[in-house]
C-alpha cells in the first residue's frame, strides 16, 4: 500500500513540477468595457441577443446578496436600465428563444 502512496506523490510532484521548469506566463487581458457596479454580490450573467437588431441586445445579472440581491439588466454598453431589488439570493439567470407561455412566444 505504502507503494501506491509514494507513487502518488511522486506523479503529483512531476506533473506540478512541469509549470515551474516551462516558466509560464499567461496573458493578461483588460476588459475594454465593464458593466456598472452592482449593490454586493454580482453574478451569474446572461445575454439575451436582440433577433434583429444586434446593438439593442442586453446583459442580464443577479447581486446574490442574501435579503438584499437582485437582478439587473445592462445594455451593451454596461450602464444599468433596469433592476429589482431585495431578492433573497438570487442565482442562475438563463435565456430562452422561443419559450411559449400562454399559447404565445
Request: aromatic share 12%.
Amino acid at each position: 500500500m505504502s507503494y501506491y502512496i509514494t507513487l502518488f506523490f511522486i506523479c503529483i510532484y512531476i506533473c506540478l513540477g512541469q509549470d515551474l521548469i516551462n516558466n509560464r506566463v499567461l496573458p493578461f487581458i483588460e476588459a475594454s468595457i465593464a458593466t456598472e457596479s452592482v449593490r454586493t454580490d454580482p453574478d451569474d450573467p446572461a445575454i439575451w441577443i436582440h433577433p434583429n437588431q444586434p446593438e439593442l441586445s442586453l446583459i442580464i445579472g443577479t447581486d446574490k446578496k442574501a435579503g438584499t440581491g437582485g437582478l439587473y439588466v445592462f445594455n451593451l454598453d454596461g450602464k444599468i436600465i433596469q433592476h429589482i431589488d431585495n431578492i433573497d439570493r438570487p442565482n442562475n439567470v438563463d435565456v430562452e428563444y422561443g419559450f411559449k407561455i400562454n399559447e404565445t412566444y
